[in-house]
Each structure stands twice: as C-alpha cells, then as structure tokens.
C-alpha cells in the first residue's frame, strides 16, 4: 500500500491500541488477551517463494517487535502453508520479543500442508527447532479435511485451537470461486463437537472462510456446555 516503516508501525500501534481500549472497557466482565494475529509473507493458499526459518525470522521480527512494545500480550502466526516460515515467527516471538507463540496450519484436502509436509511432521519440527510454542491450531480448512490426521496422538495433544472454514471446497476451488461458500452453520458446529472429543486440549474456537456470526453462534451453542464440563 506504500507505507514506509513509520506508517506502518503506527497503523500496528493504533490497532493495538484500539483493542486494549476496548479491553479497559470490558474490565471486570470479561478477560481479553491482546494478540497479534501474523500472516503468510505470500500466499495463504500456496507455498510460492518460501523462505528458511531464519529468513522468516528476521522479516517478522519488526512488526512483532512493533506490536510488542505497544503492549501486545501473544502472536499467532495464522494460515502458515510450510514449515520454514511458522518456524520464523515463532522464533521471532519468543526469542525476540518475549511473548508465547501460537501457530496455525492451513492444510489442503489431503490433510497435508500446501507443502506436502504432514501436520504431525509440521508440529514436531516447528516444536524441536523452537520450543517455545503454547500450542498448534489449525485454520482455512473444512473439519473433514483434517479429521482423519488426528489420530496421531503426539499431534493431538498438541491442537489447542481451530478456525476452521465452513466451505469443504478446496483451497483452489475457492479461489477461483465467484460466491462466498457459507456451508451449514448447523453442519459445521456438529464437526466443532466432534473435535472436541479428538482434541483434549482444544481451547479456541473460532471461523475462517465463509464463516459469519450465524456460525459461531451454532459453534458455541453446541460446544461450550461441553468445554465447561
């Protein structure tokens, strides 16, 4: 968009400081987590021009940094579609700026990375490089895409968190879509439950593509009974 270093760093400060508002105001009543959600340098979708893990690092490294010294209090690195990069900002986060780090997968049809690499495979590396990861989610990809992968249960106990996407159309297919794919709210809070059971440390609940707040009403209706017991 042209911004130089300076704009951008307070465009990240006002965000921020627009959610700890809004937390100051909720005091008492609710308990908010200030967190940086990281994307993908490029595509969300597709691989393209990967990075290695120290390279990823250093080019997350000043945003994270920025966000950190406006107070921010947790990153979430979200639709990572490799290895190396997930690997950079969790680094970048925790050895950088101090704060916890969460990663979140993007997975095709298959339930593999759009880089071919496995999820359990992805979890394990990114653990034994970084160590200092809170827990793993998984987003932009329909409950059925995934669900057969989570038997391993060195990878489950490690899934705190899924955003998943109300669409089973694969990532291709949606981006060549010409409608937003809502799916069945209904449908897809049946799938949150279901994961719930497969996931001990689920924790984050939450959408990504074609999800509105029909969805995540239907979600919390029908897991969080479920969460508090």
Same mark, same amino acid.
């Given at each position: ?43 969300? +979708? ?12 250093? +080019? ?34 925790? /050895? ?38 809170? +827990? +793993?989610?998984?987003? $932009? ?11 391993? /249960?060195?990878? /489950? ?14 990532? /291709? ?35 990504? $593509? ?12 029908? $897991? ?6």
């Amino acid at each position: 968009v042209g911004y130089d270093l300076e704009q951008l760093a307070n465009s990240n400060t006002r965000g921020i400081e627009l959610i700890a508002g809004l937390r100051d105001e909720l005091s008492g009543e609710i308990d908010v987590v200030l967190n940086l959600p990281v994307g993908p340098r490029g595509d969300g +979708y597709a691989p393209g021009d990967m990075m290695s893990a120290s390279e990823a690092r250093d +080019y997350h490294a000043w945003q994270i940094g920025v966000a950190a010294d406006a107070g921010t209090e947790i990153v979430t690195a979200l639709t990572m579609t490799y290895l190396e990069e997930a690997q950079g900002i969790a680094a970048a986060a925790a /050895a950088g700026a101090g704060l916890p780090a969460v990663v979140s997968f993007t997975v095709e049809t298959d339930g593999r990375l759009p880089s071919g690499m496995t999820l359990a495979e992805a979890v394990r590396r990114t653990d034994d490089a970084v160590g200092a990861v809170a +827990y +793993y989610m998984i987003n $932009c990809a329909h409950p059925s895409h995934f669900a057969a992968v989570l038997d391993d /249960a060195g990878l /489950a106990s490690r899934i705190g968190g899924i955003r998943a996407n109300a669409s089973r159309l694969s990532h /291709a297919e949606l981006d060549e879509a010409a409608e937003l794919d809502e799916g069945n709210p209904d449908e897809l809070a049946s799938d949150y439950r279901k994961l719930l059971r497969a996931l001990p440390g689920l924790c984050a609940l939450g959408g990504c $593509c074609g999800t509105d707040h029909r969805h995540i009403d239907a979600i919390a209706r029908e $897991c969080l009974p479920l969460m508090r017991r």
